[in-house]
């Protein structure tokens, strides 16, 4: 059972426009959120993440918004530029679990900005 | 140079075979895992190690086994591969139990392919 969704698997937006990629999580334990990038023949990289204390996190273009009532986060890329272009894999975890705290991967959203 | 290094970056193998993937870090974290990606079905996590005594078992640990030869270095083995292990294979490091410790750093990945 798929504990963290991300239900669109490709994204297609405008050079400039807003990137919205979302998703969803089942288990109210999860306190910490992170976003990875990942571009073709390259590991993922660390891109933003958000404790569940807050509800807004900002890194220059990036913004991930938590909702904790409905279990949801996203994440805004403003504005969306061609080398945003990658896969985005959402990742959720318990930081108060201890030695038992593993992330929680979603399936991913393939973001392509077209010039 | 990359901090987390892997080796081979691409294998070709056939059934019956052992592999062993090799991941050695520059970031001096003490905690170190194994992923495979599949199409469609994100990253999922083989073995993971707190420390070089610490050796945990993933969501899929079925048919790996890894060494935790130093600190720096998490060998990941297929004692004998078989065609449903072709996939792309990432090491990754983090820090221990800090707060919002759950980012990753990952290699470029290995990509095997068991004939």
């Known amino acids: 059972d798929q504990q963290v969704k991300q239900n669109s698997p490709s994204l297609s937006v405008q050079e400039g426009r807003i990137s919205i990629l979302n998703c969803d999580y089942t288990?109210?334990?999860?306190?910490?959120f992170l976003w990875y990038k990942k571009y073709p023949a390259e590991g993922p990289t660390f891109l933003i993440s958000i404790s569940s204390i807050k509800d807004k996190n900002e890194d220059g273009r990036f913004t991930v918004f938590l909702n904790k009532s409905a279990k949801h986060l996203s994440l805004h890329i403003v504005p969306s530029q061609p080398g945003d272009s990658a896969v985005y894999f959402c990742a959720a975890t318990n930081d108060n679990a201890g030695n038992n705290r593993k992330l929680i991967w979603g399936l991913g959203t393939s973001l392509a900005v077209n010039p | 140079d990359a901090d987390v290094t892997q080796t081979p970056r691409n294998r070709i193998t056939k059934t019956g075979k052992r592999i062993m993937l090799e991941c050695s870090q520059t970031k001096g974290h003490d905690r170190m895992y194994w992923y495979r990606q599949d199409p469609g079905l994100g990253l999922r996590l083989i073995y993971y190690s707190f420390d070089v005594k610490d050796i945990n078992k993933g969501e899929i640990s079925d048919g790996y086994s890894v060494s935790r030869q130093a600190q720096a270095k998490f060998s990941l083995s297929l004692e004998s591969a078989i065609p449903n292990q072709t996939a792309l294979y990432f090491c990754?490091?983090?820090?221990?139990?800090?707060?919002?410790?759950?980012?990753?750093?990952f290699g470029e990945g290995s990509r095997l392919t068991v004939l």
């Open positions: 990754a490091t983090s820090w221990g139990l800090n707060p919002g410790a759950g980012e990753l750093f």
């Open positions: 288990n109210s334990m999860f306190d910490y």
